[in-house]
């Protein structure tokens, strides 16, 4: 199970240790990391792994979209009771498009062809649960004239810090007071990862399958309550997935719902004659998946 361990860790160590481990792929891009303002002083109450991630996510994103032989930019301030960690790049930055939704699952940003360590929405809607997690803020804010392109960690400095279940952005107590069994199904290891991040940090038991004929496997023993899985998928998609799963007696009665970038009318049509209970349409807002958790019963999936 997912859970924050909060203890006194100085926050210019977690962005050192970040930095270290994404030298690699700025030495490879030919880039280089400028830090700023490294307060050892700085202590806050946090968990130092979960923190890390966030860090070498947003590292991870600037170094993708600055451009070769480019500057990663790392800064941190301390004012008042809370301490300010941006992460900004010299690349084109955040399109206005996307600025309102990079922080929803699945959104991507356009990119060289040659970048292939993948988007910026995956990691960014998962870190951002973290960084609330820790009674902070994760936020996109403008780092020139036109280009949204610095991220900003914001968090309490100890002892004012206090890791705190986020109100705005979850879904209702009430859908989160009971584990459910969660099976995501995906044949893109990073949403697979980021999902099983978000659904454990709410207490749920999470497996992960990576097709079809997989997941099938998995649910004979694990017999989810709610299954999320992806449309197209290799080998058997999604459609017939729900259709074998339906066909189960240990999953008969699970939730379905389908997490895809099919988005017509007649692919929700296709996917509710195939079995699934939800058609959801990539990207999607993290509290838009934690809320359907609250529509399961508490026999449906039962085994």
């Given at each position: 199970?997912f859970a924050i361990d909060p203890?006194?860790v100085?926050?210019a160590?977690?962005?050192?240790?970040?930095?270290?481990a994404?030298?690699?792929a700025?030495?490879?891009n030919g880039q280089?990391?400028?830090?700023?303002?490294?307060?050892?002083?700085?202590?806050i109450l946090?968990?130092?792994?979960r923190?890390s991630?966030?860090?070498?996510?947003?590292?991870n994103?600037?170094?993708?979209?600055?451009?070769t032989?480019?500057?990663?930019?790392?800064s941190?301030a301390?004012?008042?009771e809370?301490v300010r960690v941006c992460v900004?790049d010299d690349?084109?930055g955040v399109?206005?498009a996307?600025?309102d939704r990079?922080?929803?699952?699945?959104?991507?940003?356009?990119r060289?062809?040659?970048?292939s360590?993948?988007?910026?929405?995956i990691g960014?809607?998962?870190?951002?649960?973290?960084?609330e997690r820790?009674?902070?803020?994760?936020?996109?804010e403008?780092?020139?004239?036109?280009?949204?392109?610095?991220?900003?960690?914001?968090?309490?400095c100890a002892?004012?810090?206090?890791v705190?279940?986020?109100?705005?952005d979850?879904?209702p107590?009430?859908s989160r007071?009971?584990?459910?069994?969660?099976?995501?199904?995906d044949?893109?290891p990073?949403?697979?990862s980021?999902l099983l991040t978000?659904?454990?940090?709410e207490?749920h038991?999470?497996?992960?399958?990576y097709?079809g004929e997989?997941?099938l496997?998995v649910?004979e023993?694990?017999?989810?309550q709610?299954v999320?899985?992806?449309?197209?998928?290799p080998?058997?998609d999604g459609?017939?997935l729900a259709?074998?799963?339906?066909?189960?007696?240990?999953?008969a009665?699970?939730?379905?719902?389908?997490?895809?970038g099919?988005?017509?009318?007649?692919?929700?049509e296709?996917?509710q004659?195939?079995g699934f209970d939800?058609?959801?349409v990539?990207?999607v807002?993290p509290?838009?998946?934690?809320?359907?958790?609250g529509?399961?019963?508490?026999?449906?999936?039962?085994?």
């Amino acid at each position: 199970m997912f859970a924050i361990d909060p203890v006194p860790v100085e926050l210019a160590a977690i962005i050192e240790e970040a930095v270290d481990a994404m030298r690699p792929a700025v030495e490879h891009n030919g880039q280089t990391v400028v830090t700023e303002g490294l307060n050892r002083s700085a202590t806050i109450l946090g968990d130092r792994v979960r923190l890390s991630q966030v860090l070498i996510n947003l590292l991870n994103n600037a170094t993708i979209y600055a451009p070769t032989h480019g500057h990663v930019y790392v800064s941190m301030a301390v004012a008042g009771e809370e301490v300010r960690v941006c992460v900004s790049d010299d690349g084109p930055g955040v399109p206005e498009a996307l600025r309102d939704r990079v922080f929803a699952l699945f959104v991507q940003g356009p990119r060289e062809l040659d970048r292939s360590q993948g988007g910026f929405g995956i990691g960014l809607a998962v870190s951002r649960q973290i960084v609330e997690r820790h009674g902070g803020s994760l936020t996109l804010e403008r780092a020139r004239s036109g280009c949204w392109s610095r991220f900003v960690v914001t968090l309490p400095c100890a002892p004012h810090a206090l890791v705190r279940q986020p109100a705005s952005d979850h879904a209702p107590a009430s859908s989160r007071t009971e584990s459910q069994r969660i099976l995501v199904v995906d044949d893109e290891p990073d949403i697979v990862s980021a999902l099983l991040t978000l659904f454990e940090m709410e207490g749920h038991e999470v497996r992960a399958a990576y097709d079809g004929e997989a997941a099938l496997q998995v649910a004979e023993t694990f017999q989810p309550q709610v299954v999320f899985a992806d449309i197209g998928m290799p080998r058997i998609d999604g459609y017939e997935l729900a259709r074998r799963l339906r066909a189960l007696p240990k999953t008969a009665n699970s939730m379905l719902v389908a997490v895809t970038g099919y988005g017509t009318k007649a692919d929700r049509e296709r996917s509710q004659q195939a079995g699934f209970d939800v058609h959801r349409v990539k990207p999607v807002a993290p509290s838009t998946l934690l809320g359907l958790l609250g529509r399961t019963s508490s026999n449906k999936g039962a085994p």
